[in-house]
């Protein structure tokens, strides 16, 4: 009990220091105003729209802006946390840590929530854009859009503990941060090819490409599973579908995924070390 | 207070720390010494957790550290050589983290305390990236002390200090030592060592070679004493009788002072006194001229001896 | 060089293998001879006529309405410019079998023997309204179109016989009138007789049946009762989930783009001030995998949505407009006409059809006027005779009260603002 107990010290000490690190730092303004932005410019076609044809006619027209600025703040969660651990590696001051009551699971476990606390607060900020958004303009709130950014927590948990993961593999933060970009770019490339391979119709195939496809699309299959942007994009998909069993598949997902790559961090920060290189 | 038993760390095929039983006791100040690459860093590392031992066991408190981690690791001080901060923190936030770290209570006034005897309470609210090396490794130090350790653990706490900030690091030792701290410390400046320590461990290619009070290890190194005489009125006669005497082993003058060599079985001053005002002669003073431990530590690691007897060792 | 003449085949069989699975446009697809399912399907407004040919196993139709069914024997070939199977029948159409059976897991639940069958259109071939009918009552419906339309004949003949009667008449007419002899009175031209204005299709021969929600399998018997191959299909009969009212929105400011809100959850935009009119439907919700291939077994789907599908104009009812709970206005359908602008000025305006002030015109469109005003929001229901709100018929109407985003995007750097005055109160602060 005792042990429980300080690790939850630990990891409250520990989220405490970065939250303020966070809160005191520019990054998680500079992404809460990238996602404003670019909503914005959704915002901007509706009342084109509007002005164009005089009606226009939309379920939940907030949804469309929100899923960019998720999208937005989802990245800068998972680029943050894919230096997390790497960051403090290269300064030496994750060794410091575990000179004190600090393990494995307790520094992990601190960073994954301290993210999950950074997303909270670049979503509070964009949610005041949308409030002030909405009302300007008479689009409206709807429950749609606590359904998303609730949903959208579980979403940024997967990057999060993905992010993780990739930091407490490397050693130095470049080397984390070009890993990320790699392994994100091919993910998103995958999901590019799978999305193409879908439109390839068996007819137009000889025998010999259907079986490659076919092959193809299964590799791609289990490895978008490994992907946290599945879960970000099929999350969305359930959303815009009004698709209750989606949504909490998509939930329960994610938090599967979530656990088993924070599971992985710490067996990997445990092989890896924590000493500065 | 620290008790190794057999610990043995390899990397792939170089053997870092073989077989070491070391111990450290409650209250006393241990200097833990060893050439570079001798395995000193590893083993720290491994009684605080950092580095998983091959095999062997590591008892702190004469407890297994994991079967009570946290509330081992509340009880530990740690001070680096180099001392990694949080740069954009103020000194008293980062102390303000660790306290909430190590749940220290009245934290306020404990760091306001610990600032104050390091000199460093006017600086508190400057960040730590302005903060010159003397000044990190003092709140190193206030780190490690924020949560009244029983145990410190020091590595190379005096490193690119200079004479003032060694000065001041040895007295916040001995001060900490004296409120019945135990110090582990390994260190490379061997005179401070001999300074402050009761006792050394000295630790040569992954092996401790020596665990004991200076005294013992320099006399188990030594088989004569040097004693330094100067003497007045001291005629050629009386020398050669000195000389002979069953004791000396020989007789030599440096710099207008006598150098007799004796046995190191014991304390031979009292027959040289003796002997000298016996033959008329004058003596002004007497000194015993140690062998020092940066020459025993020399002679260990360079000969490569060890001190201990083979039941010591184990064998 | 031993290496490079096996890159060079390789590199050809390749090339081969990758140009093989190119479809050639142009040429004559090749024809294959297939047994298939070739079905009328009602789809809530109208029948659909999809086949199903062989590498189609799953039939969907709608549950709780009769479904024609036949099985042929016909030509299929795949057509790259639409991507789909295709039927020659033309070529070849051959009704085969004798019995339909129908199966829920093992159990037979279903025999049907083909029966005469009609189409009756009650506006005309393009009226829409279709009812199928079969038996005695096709047959009946049959003879009652032929005898129409033997009597339109015969009035056509009599009619041209007349006209050819009246122009004499008239001719006589003239003739007396320049002689100055009485002519008497003005020959009176005959009337054309009109068309039948519903349309029977010929007695067909079919498999007519209706079946409850449920997945089912379904074959084909000949004569000697063995199974006929390659007409064992796996057979969806759906319902679907809810019903409501669904609206066309025709905004006054560009009435030939109208927009339709289907779903309860969807909002109806207008900028600013201004008129819409609403043109309400009863509306059925289906799965839209399963109602795509009710009429296209080809097209694809998804599962997991849901599609509003309009039915009928729902009629005998009338749309009431709240605000914050507060009646604000109760309309009913009214027909309206399109009035061009005189002049060499362009635009229009929707004006209400008067029948008593022009009584010969004709409407445009009817639907339920809503003047929206530039601010607030309304809730929208649609109120059947009986005074009860329809089902799925609430819909909100907000007017976009801003015209520039230009506020937004400074809005966007709110955050960047927040920051800054953190980061630099933080350093002001030490």
Redesign the interface.
């Known amino acids: 009990m005792n042990s429980f107990v300080y690790r939850l010290h630990s990891i409250k000490a520990i989220i405490k220091r970065e939250a303020r690190s966070s809160f005191f730092g520019l990054g998680l303004y500079i992404a809460a105003t990238i996602a404003c932005f670019v909503a914005s410019f959704i915002f901007n076609s509706y009342i084109n729209t509007v002005q164009g044809n005089n009606i226009m006619v939309m379920a939940s027209p907030l949804n469309n802006p929100l899923f960019y600025a998720v999208i937005v703040a989802a990245l800068y969660t998972a680029i943050s946390s894919s230096t997390a651990l790497s960051r403090e590696k290269d300064k030496g001051t994750l060794e410091v840590l575990f000179y004190g009551p600090v393990d494995y699971a307790s520094i992990i476990l601190a960073k994954f929530l301290e993210d999950i606390i950074s997303f909270l607060i670049v979503m509070l900020l964009v949610t005041l854009f949308f409030v002030y958004a909405a009302v300007t303009t008479n689009l409206g709130f709807s429950i749609t859009y606590l359904y998303t950014v609730f949903l959208a927590i579980f979403l940024a948990a997967s990057m999060s503990s993905f992010g993780l993961w990739l930091s407490a593999l490397t050693t130095k933060i470049r080397t984390s941060i070009l890993l990320f970009i790699l392994i994100m770019g091919g993910f998103l490339g995958l999901q590019f090819l799978e999305e193409y391979i879908l439109t390839l119709k068996p007819e137009n195939l000889s025998l010999s490409m259907i079986y490659i496809m076919g092959v193809l699309s299964n590799i791609l299959r289990i490895i978008k599973w490994a992907s946290p942007f599945s879960y970000l994009t099929n999350g969305i998909s359930a959303v815009a579908l009004g698709s209750t069993s989606l949504y909490l598949e998509n939930m329960l997902g994610s938090l599967a995924y979530t656990v088993l790559l924070l599971v992985l961090t710490v067996y990997t920060l445990k092989w890896k070390g924590v000493r500065k290189p | 207070m620290i008790r190794t038993e057999h610990l043995y760390k390899k990397y792939e095929s170089i053997e870092a720390v073989k077989d070491l039983n070391l111990s450290v006791e409650p209250g006393e100040i241990y200097g833990f010494l060893g050439p570079n690459g001798a395995g000193k860093t590893t083993t720290i ?1 491994m009684i ?4 998983k031992p091959t095999r062997g066991k590591i008892l702190i408190f004469d407890k297994d550290l994991y079967s ?4 081992i ?2 009880k ?1 001080g ?1 001070v ?1 050589e ?1 001392q ?3 740069e ?1 923190m ?1 000194a008293y ?1 980062y102390l303000s ?2 306290c ?4 220290v209570e009245n934290k306020e006034k404990k760091i306001e305390e610990l600032l104050h005897r390091v000199n460093l309470y006017e600086r508190k ?1 400057d ?1 730590l990236g302005h903060y010159s090396r003397g000044m990190q490794q003092k709140i190193g130090f206030v780190r490690a002390l924020l949560m009244d350790p029983q145990l410190l653990i020091l590595d190379e706490p005096v490193s690119g200090l200079d004479p003032t900030g060694i000065r001041e690091i040895r007295d916040l030792i001995l001060e900490e030592n004296k409120l019945g701290r135990t110090v582990f410390m390994s260190s490379h400046i061997l005179s401070e060592v001999e300074r402050i320590s009761h006792r050394v461990g000295i630790l040569n290619k992954g092996m401790l070679v020596a665990e004991d009070t200076m005294d013992n290890i320099k006399k188990k190194l030594s088989s004569e004493v040097e004693i330094e005489l100067e003497v007045e009125d001291f005629d050629v006669e009386s020398q050669k009788r000195l000389e002979g005497l069953p004791f000396v082993n020989s007789l030599t003058k440096e710099d207008g002072k006598f150098l007799v060599r004796v046995k190191a079985d014991k304390d031979y001053r009292n027959e040289l006194v003796n002997f000298i005002s016996s033959s008329g002669a004058h003596l002004k003073e007497i000194k015993r001229r140690e062998m020092s431990l940066e020459e025993a530590f020399l002679t260990i690691t360079e000969k490569n001896i060890s001190l201990f007897s083979k039941e010591e060792a184990g064998e | 060089m031993k290496r490079g003449r096996f890159i060079l085949i390789v590199s050809i069989l390749l090339a081969g293998l990758l140009l093989s699975s190119v479809v050639v446009f142009g040429a004559a697809p090749p024809k294959q001879r297939e047994t298939v399912y070739s079905l009328n399907v009602w789809d809530g407004k109208d029948f659909a006529s999809p086949f199903y040919p062989a590498n189609i196993n799953t039939i969907y139709v709608m549950a709780d309405f009769q479904n024609v069914y036949s099985v042929k024997e016909t030509l299929v070939y795949y057509w790259p410019i639409s991507r789909e199977y295709m039927a020659d029948w033309d070529s070849l159409n051959k009704d085969i079998g004798d019995t339909l059976e129908v199966l829920k897991g093992d159990k037979v639940i279903g025999t049907y023997k083909k029966v005469d069958y009609v189409f009756y259109y009650p506006k005309g071939y393009w009226g829409g309204d279709t009812k199928l009918y079969t038996g005695d009552v096709a047959r009946a419906k049959k003879k009652e179109y032929d005898k129409a339309l033997d009597k339109y004949w015969k009035d056509v003949d009599a009619y041209y016989k007349a006209y050819n009667e009246y122009n004499k008449a008239v001719d006589e007419f003239y003739k007396k009138i320049q002689e100055g002899k009485p002519a008497g009175k003005i020959p009176q031209e005959p009337k054309q007789p009109q068309a039948p204005t519903f349309y029977v299709t010929d007695i067909n021969k079919a498999y007519v049946f209706s079946l409850p929600a449920g997945i089912y399998t379904i074959r084909l018997k000949d004569k000697d009762g063995k199974i006929v191959p390659g007409t064992v299909k796996s057979l969806i009969a759906f319902s679907h989930r809810r019903e409501g009212i669904g609206y066309n929105i025709i905004p006054e400011s560009k009435w030939t783009y109208p927009e339709t809100a289907d779903d309860v959850t969807q909002i109806i935009y207008q900028y600013k001030e201004g008129v819409l009119y609403f043109q309400p439907f009863t509306e059925w919700e289906f799965n839209e995998l399963q109602y795509n291939k009710l009429s296209n077994p080809q097209s694809a789907g998804r599962p997991d949505r849901w599609i509003w599908v309009h039915m009928q104009p729902a009629s005998n009812v009338k749309l009431d407009i709240y605000t914050g709970g507060r009646l604000v206005t109760s309309v009913r359908e009214r027909p309206y006409y399109v009035e061009q602008v005189p002049g060499s000025s362009l635009g229009y305006n929707i004006k209400l059809l008067d029948r008593k002030e022009n009584p010969y015109g004709s409407a445009d469109f009817t639907g339920f006027r809503f003047s929206v005003p530039p601010t607030g929001d309304y809730r929208l229901v649609a109120v059947s005779k009986d005074g009860k709100v329809i089902e799925n018929s609430e819909r909100y109407i907000r007017p976009i009260t801003s015209g520039d985003a230009k506020n937004i995007f400074i809005a966007s750097f709110g955050p960047l603002v927040i920051g800054l005055l953190i980061y630099i109160f933080r350093r002001v602060g030490r």
Not at chain 2, 48 to 51: A, E, N, V
Not at chain 2, 68 to 71: C, E
Not at chain 2, 100 to 103: E, I, N, Q
């Open positions: 590392m605080l957790g950092i580095i009570d981690y946290f509330g690791k509340r530990i740690v680096s180099t990694y901060l949080y954009d103020t936030e983290f660790f909430d770290l190590y749940g609210d960040l």
